[in-house]
Structure formats: structure tokens, C-alpha cells
T-cell receptor, first 111, second 114 residues
Framework: GEDVEQSLFLSVREGDSSVINCTYTDSSSTYLYWYKQEPGAGLQLLTYIFSNMDMKQDQRLTVLLNKKDKHLSLRIADTQTGDSAIYFCAEVKAGNTPLVFGKGTRLSVIA | ETGVTQTPRHLVMGMTNKKSLKCEQHLGHNAMYWYKQSAKKPLELMFVYSLEERVENNSVPSRFSPECPNSSHLFLHLHTLQPEDSALYLC?????????????FGNGTRLTVT
């Protein structure tokens, strides 16, 4: 497809794990990113993964990359109410063109 | 993060007004961007200034006019806007290079056109 695809909504209970999925477009994309947007704010870089990796862990965050299926996921362990936000995945296509973003997944954490 | 600052945070303007949005980056980056964020739509890249060259999205109406006087400052001049231009306008910067060059965003200007 031509668009970076994400589910629009995800709801989880506090303390559970959240998994946000993304399908990107270009199998030759070099870097893939996850951004977080809280209400009234811009996008904050959360983490990234290089295309030659299949997993990256950073504290409560785990990024999994399946290049064959062009599938990226972000797992948040022990989800907290402060994790409620919109999460965007983004890819850098070949040629260092500007990032291409998905529509974002709104994560709601229920106490 | 205060690396990219945008002013004003909120702006209400009539369709006949002229206003400007301002962005400043303190990260030493060599590229700056304007994005438009509307509800239920993907982030729309409007303009890029990269290594002092301007790259634009041809679908952006001429009522939006960017200006980049130097690598740290970026403006978006607005005139005769339409109500559908109401959105969050985000500025970002990056260091253009081979490899990892993520965007760093400001907190945006919430624009309402009445």
C-alpha cells in the first residue's frame, strides 16, 4: 500500500501491556520511528529501530520489526495512565526523503 | 523539549486577515519543516527547507507562504485563509545526513479560522 497503516484506537487497563501495530510501505526503509503525542503538544520521539534489527528494547518499550511483512509494533509494558496519548509510526523511505507518518493510534489507559 | 519553539500557541483569525507563524530551533539542525495536522487525517507535509533548498508539496494552496531566513528560523505567512485551514500547524527540524535523522517537533500552533 501507499500509506502507513495503524489502528486508530486501543484501550487497555492500567498495568497491562499495550501493543500498537503499524504496517509501513517501503521494504527498503532504513529507519522506523515511534512518536508520542500528548494533548496540546507536538510529537515526541519515543524510539526508533534500524532496519537490520528485528527487536529493540528500551526500558518499558519493546519494538519489533518484521521486514518481510513490513510490520512494526510497539509494546509498552506495565502501561500507566501517563501513557495515554496518540502514537505515530513513521518510516524513512529510500533516498532520505522526509518521514512518512501513519494516522496515529490513540491509546486510552483505564485505571 | 524546548529544542523547537513555536509561537503563538493559539491563533484565531478571520478569513481576510494576514498573520504569520514563527518557529525557531536551537538544535543546530540543517533542515526545517511545516506540517499540518487535521483531525482524522495523516500528518501532511507542507514545506521543507533542507540545506537551504526549499521543497514544497504542490498541493498546498498559495495562501500559505513559507519563509526561512536562516537555518534556525522558519515562518509560515498566512493570508485569506479558509475555515478548512483550521488545524494544528507543527514545525519540525532535523539534521539531514545519511542514516538516522529523526524529526524534532515543536508544540504547534492551534489555528482557528473564523
Amino acid at each position: 500500500g501507499e500509506d502507513v497503516e495503524q489502528s486508530l484506537f486501543l484501550s487497555v487497563r492500567e498495568g497491562d501491556s499495550s501493543v500498537i501495530n503499524c504496517t509501513y510501505t517501503d521494504s527498503s526503509s532504513t529507519y522506523l520511528y515511534w512518536y508520542k503525542q500528548e494533548p496540546g503538544a507536538g510529537l515526541q520521539l519515543l524510539t526508533y529501530i534500524f532496519s537490520n534489527m528485528d527487536m529493540k528494547q528500551d526500558q518499558r518499550l519493546t519494538v519489533l520489526l518484521n521486514k518481510k511483512d513490513k510490520h512494526l509494533s510497539l509494546r509498552i509494558a506495565d502501561t500507566q495512565t501517563g501513557d495515554s496519548a496518540i502514537y505515530f509510526c513513521a518510516e524513512v523511505k529510500a533516498g532520505n526523503t522526509p518521514l512518512v507518518f501513519g494516522k496515529g493510534t490513540r491509546l486510552s489507559v483505564i485505571a | 523539549e524546548t529544542g523547537v519553539t513555536q509561537t503563538p500557541r493559539h491563533l484565531v483569525m478571520g478569513m481576510t486577515n494576514k498573520k504569520s507563524l514563527k518557529c525557531e530551533q536551537h538544535l543546530g539542525h540543517n533542515a526545517m519543516y511545516w506540517y499540518k495536522q487535521s483531525a482524522k487525517k495523516p500528518l501532511e507535509l507542507m514545506f521543507v527547507y533542507s540545506l537551504e533548498e526549499r521543497v514544497e508539496n504542490n498541493s498546498v494552496p498559495s495562501r500559505f507562504s513559507p519563509e526561512c531566513p536562516n537555518s534556525s528560523h522558519l515562518f509560515l505567512h498566512l493570508h485569506t485563509l479558509q475555515p478548512e485551514d483550521s488545524a494544528l500547524y507543527l514545525c519540525a527540524s532535523s539534521q539531514v545526513r545519511e542514516g538516522n535523522s529523526p524529526l524534532h517537533f515543536g508544540n504547534g500552533t492551534r489555528l482557528t479560522v473564523t
